[in-house]
Structure formats: structure tokens, C-alpha cells
């Protein structure tokens, strides 16, 4: 699944090797990443794999829809993973030096002699749980910039604390002055 013998990668010399799956990853997600994922739709994988002098480049497309806590409330976030996947398999032990030609967003991987494979399962589990952003917000949680709250208790935002303690920090000459008029309009 998504896992090729480097040998059988070598035939395809003059074009390119494609494929395309349709994955239940769920329970790998989830096994992964259990406080991050809630549920999966079924990821759909389409890419190429091209040999290179020594290398085999992977071009891969993964799409899926994550279901995800909110990082504010922990309610369900339905969130659309649209990525792409380039990556470089080291299967000749290229020199680093001869690899310059290659752009800098590949990632090159070795291949271990004794396993010669070309894992592109790992690499799209991998790549999912990285697109997931670190702030994930409901669209009322995003719309409306609703915070929590409990009984005598309320997270606020970083200028509403801010501005919170600014309006605290009175000069306390002032603040008795201000008792001052308080009793006069009580006396009216």
C-alpha cells in the first residue's frame, strides 16, 4: 500500500510511475496524534514518482477532511486538508554535493539497503498531522471571537487584558476624588 521495492520503481526509466488510492487512515491518525484527531474522511492520494539519476522524485497530491478540536472550546472543527507532497529518494547514494540541482522544498530521503523501499504511506500520514494549524477555530468561534467561560472565571485576549489592566491602575488620588462626587449627587 503506497509502499514500492526500489527495484520495481527502476523499470519505470523513461516515464513517470502514477498511481492513485483512496485511504482509510483514521485509526494510523489517530494512533499518531490522539489528542488532534477526532475522525477522517477517506484520503484520496494521487502522485508520480520519476527517477532521476540516482534519485526518485515523488510528486504527491493528498486530500481529506480532518475532524479536529477547536483549540478554544475542544468542540468538533471540520477542517479540509488540501497538501502536496515533494519529496526526493536518495536510491543510488547520490553524493549531497551532486544533489544542488534539486529545489530546496524536497525533502531527501535515504533509502536503507537492507529495506530498499520507497514508503510513501508513512510520508502522507506525516505530512497530514503537519498541516494541521496550531490555532483551530468553529466558525462562530471565529466570527463572534467567543472566548471561554465558566462560573467566576473567563479567558480574555491579550488586548483585553491589556486594557483591563489599564483601566485598573488608577492613581488613587484620583480614585478619591471620585467617591467625592459620588456623595454629592447621592445628596441631590
Do not use: C
Not at 510511475?17 to 483512496?22: G, I, M, Q
Not at 485509526?27 to 527517477?51: C, H, M, W, Y
Not at 547514494?93 to 524536497?106: C, F, K, M, Q, R
Request: charge should be negative; proline fraction near 5%; glycine fraction near 2%.
Amino acid at each position: 500500500m503506497l509502499n514500492w521495492d526500489v527495484q520495481d520503481v527502476r523499470r519505470y526509466k523513461d516515464k513517470p510511475f502514477e498511481f492513485e488510492e483512496k485511504l482509510d487512515l483514521t485509526e494510523e491518525l489517530k494512533t499518531r496524534s490522539k489528542e488532534d484527531i477526532l475522525d477522517a474522511t477517506p484520503v484520496e492520494v494521487k502522485g508520480q514518482l520519476f527517477n532521476d539519476n540516482g534519485l526518485v522524485i515523488s510528486d504527491v497530491k493528498v486530500k481529506t477532511i480532518l475532524k479536529v478540536p477547536s483549540t478554544r472550546s475542544l468542540l468538533p472543527v471540520e477542517l479540509p486538508v488540501d497538501i502536496r507532497i515533494n519529496e526526493a529518494y536518495n536510491i543510488d547514494d547520490v553524493a549531497t554535493d551532486d544533489l544542488e540541482n534539486l529545489e530546496d522544498s524536497n525533502v531527501i530521503i535515504t533509502i536503507d539497503d537492507e529495506n530498499p523501499t520507497i514508503n510513501v504511506y508513512e510520508s502522507i500520514i506525516d505530512n497530514i498531522l503537519l498541516s494541521i494549524p496550531s490555532k483551530v477555530l468553529t466558525k462562530k468561534e471565529e466570527q463572534d471571537n467567543i472566548m471561554p467561560s465558566g462560573k467566576n472565571w473567563e479567558v480574555l485576549s491579550e488586548d483585553e487584558f491589556k486594557k483591563q489592566k489599564e483601566e485598573e491602575h488608577v492613581n488613587p488620588e484620583f480614585a478619591k476624588l471620585k467617591d467625592l462626587f459620588k456623595n454629592n449627587s447621592e445628596e441631590e
